[in-house]
């Protein structure tokens, strides 16, 4: 069984920064992508940034430029690196992972609250 934890979420000024980490456990393939979608209360959810075993990223367009994540695959876990936090940020943030193991399985986090206050 996969689980995945985050932490690091928070109530933040706009302007400032907030990393956030998922810690991955359980039986994981080495083919996967690993990242962060957000839900802002009302929208749908949205992908914020992801990364895959290969070393292939990818960012929604809204945080190009102000958002980094990264993976340490020895601990197992993903960062999120976020600058320039503006209100529009708000959201529940979730750690996503999709494996493949003859077929892609998709796994999700709890989610943790980022607020930034204008």
């Known amino acids: 069984q996969v689980q995945l934890v985050e932490s690091g979420g928070g109530l933040v000024q706009a302007g400032g920064s907030l990393r956030l980490s998922c810690a991955a456990s359980?039986?994981?393939?080495?083919?996967?992508?690993i990242g962060w979608y957000r839900q802002a209360p009302g929208k749908q959810r949205e992908l914020v940034a992801a990364?895959?075993?290969?070393?292939?990223?990818a960012y929604g367009d809204s945080v190009k430029g102000r958002f980094t994540i990264s993976r340490d695959d020895a601990k197992s876990t993903v960062y999120l690196e976020m600058n320039n936090l503006k209100p529009e940020d708000t959201a529940v943030y979730y750690c996503?992972?999709?494996?493949?193991?003859?077929?892609?399985?998709?796994?999700w986090g709890q989610g943790t609250q980022v607020t930034v206050s204008s």
């Open positions: 990364t895959s075993n290969s070393g292939n990223t």
């Open positions: 359980g039986r994981i393939s080495r083919i996967n992508t």
């Open positions: 996503n992972l999709k494996d493949y193991r003859g077929t892609w399985n998709t796994y």
